[in-house]
């Protein structure tokens, strides 16, 4: 067996020695996760060796309570690359969610984009809708998928998380709103106003207006105001906010119609309304602030 105090010099073996020797691998990852001399040593070991490694190492990751070992963890499967997927894939159907969570956190860090178009990269998307559309999928999962899945911006991202608009947890509804948003994808401009009007959440409301914002078609530019112009709605505090909101958006929009509606909102009744609109507004110049 090697002994620890041999780490120092374990790059320069044979692949196959460390391989064959038992207990190696836990030897090497706990060296990995050290704060002393020879830790670079075992991380760049534990690389060249991803595809006898790369399954162990997630499945210490999962246990690791340690956050700096959980962090050497973390990057080390990262920079294993894409040839470790179909690995990683695996665990996506274990029952612990923190497993899947950590899996799915790697993946989207490896920035997957290739194959999405060509369907090389098909176990990615499947999986990763298989978690997104079970509701038995821990939400901390979900959510998790949602930022993967933004972060891959591959052609069938979008059609993924709009998906989530549909979730019976509302932080999920409103991170797939935030995502879409991001993407500015303008397909979604109908399912985003939808959750505008029809959504009983607050919360919901003011992520999918901030997305229309973020996308800022001419749908949806036309949309916001229309909100941003409406006399009654939650009557109150809440109408406040969701015209703030509106007044942010427009600020990100632009455009005439936009700085128009701006303008009306500076002579709004409510004081709340009226400070918020120039507070938000990028545009102080145009509406002689």
């Known amino acids: 067996m090697i002994q620890e105090e041999g780490c120092g010099d374990i790059a320069s073996l044979s692949l196959d020695k460390i391989v064959n020797v038992e207990g190696t691998l836990d030897i090497i990852l706990e060296q990995a996760c050290s704060k002393n001399a020879n830790a670079s040593s075992a991380v760049d070991v534990l690389i060249r060796l991803k595809d006898k490694a790369a399954g162990y190492t997630a499945d210490n990751l999962a246990l690791a309570e340690d956050p700096h070992a959980r962090h050497i963890l973390n990057n080390i499967l990262v920079k294993m690359g894409h040839d470790i997927i179909p690995e990683l894939i695996k665990r996506l159907k274990d029952k612990r969610w923190y497993m899947v969570r950590n899996v799915v956190k790697i993946i989207g860090e490896m920035g997957w984009e290739m194959g999405w178009e060509t369907g090389e990269g098909q176990g990615v998307e499947d999986a990763l809708k298989l978690l997104l559309i079970n509701p038995d999928t821990d939400s901390r999962v979900r959510k998790e998928a949602i930022r993967t899945v933004s972060m891959l911006k591959g052609k069938e991202s ?31 401009v109908p399912m985003l106003i939808d959750l505008v009007d029809k959504s009983e ?12 914002g973020r996308i800022g078609s001419a749908k949806a530019a036309a949309f916001i105001i229309k909100v941003f112009k409406r006399k009654e709605w939650f009557a109150g505090k809440k109408d406040d906010e969701i015209k703030i ?10 455009g005439s119609e936009a700085i128009k509606a701006l303008e009306e909102g500076l002579s709004s009744s409510r004081d709340a ?7 938000n507004t990028a545009w102080k110049a145009a509406l002689s602030l």
Not at 169 to 183: C, I, K, P, T, Y
């Open 245 to 254: 909101v509106c007044a942010a958006a427009l600020s990100e929009i632009a």
């Open 273 to 279: 309304v009226k400070k918020g609109t120039k507070e």
């Open 158 to 188: 979008a059609n993924l998380i709009k998906n989530s608009l549909n979730d019976s947890d509302n932080s999920v509804v409103e991170l797939a709103a935030v995502s879409l948003g991001l993407l500015q994808d303008e397909d979604s």
């Open 201 to 212: 959440e607050a919360g919901i409301k003011k992520e999918a207006l901030r997305a229309l």
